[in-house]
């Protein structure tokens, strides 16, 4: 069974600019999250979807931060304009669905840097 | 405010070496407990998953105890190899949540 996949890896840009960055759940996955980890720290749940509907997006920063999730599958996940506290690793996680009893399933994450 | 706290941060030990990690969280409300592992460049792998009724589970060299009413966790690794050196992390789920409350982590290195 193919993993959480995300893209890039890896992505540098300068203060102001935007980025994307973009996930593709296991397969039959209802719920997915992204997640912010700043180094050093342990991951924040930015927000959560099922299927294409927001759950929780209370810890998202929305006047820059945006995602959606338009075909309940794949997700994009964008920062628009970037600050230098941005820089982290962003962490894409499915599960089964949305219920406790179901295990969250992590991506490689994206690790990005804001210069 | 449910938060979670990892002691310690960082650890060195010599290969062979039995350890401990341990994990703290103030709301004992929680639903689950699941212990993390994480290398450097990937994502979380789940190591073991403590129901609230449980008290511990078994994993090959990894051995994780709950205590709900004293808020802690340990995750016991037995004779420690290179190939462990990573950082572990705990996280805790509230019974009206599925979100994950993660502490910041401990760093292991284990020398040949």
């Known amino acids: 069974e193919a993993g959480v996949a995300q893209s890039p890896r890896y992505k540098i840009i300068e203060k102001r600019q935007s980025v994307a960055f973009w996930c593709n759940p296991i397969s039959g996955h209802a719920t997915l999250y992204w997640y912010q980890q700043i180094l050093g720290q342990g991951p924040k749940l930015l927000i959560q979807?099922?299927?294409?509907?927001?759950?929780?997006d209370s810890q998202l920063p929305k006047d820059r931060f945006s995602a959606e999730r338009l075909k309940g599958v794949d997700s994009t996940l964008k920062i628009q304009p970037a600050k230098l506290e941005d820089s982290a690793v962003y962490l894409c996680?499915?599960?089964?669905?949305?219920?406790?009893?179901?295990?969250?399933?992590f991506g490689p994450g994206t690790r990005l840097t804001v210069t | 405010k449910q938060e979670v706290t990892q002691i310690p941060a960082a650890l060195s030990v010599p290969e062979g070496e039995n350890l401990v990690l341990n994990c703290s969280f103030t709301d004992s409300a929680i639903y689950n407990l699941q212990w993390f592992r994480q290398d450097p460049g990937k994502g979380l792998t789940s190591l073991l998953l403590i129901q609230s009724s449980q008290r511990e589970q078994t994993s090959g060299r990894l051995n994780a105890s709950l205590d709900k009413s004293s808020g802690r966790s340990t995750l016991y690794i037995a004779a420690s190899q290179p190939g462990d050196s990573a950082t572990y992390l705990c996280?805790?789920?509230?019974?009206?949540?599925?979100?994950?409350?993660f502490g910041t982590g401990t760093r292991l290195q284990v020398f040949p």
């Open positions: 979807f099922q299927n294409n509907g927001v759950v929780d």
């Open positions: 996280a805790v789920r509230a019974y009206n949540t599925d979100k994950l409350i």
């Open positions: 996680a499915s599960s089964l669905s949305g219920h406790q009893i179901y295990e969250q399933y």
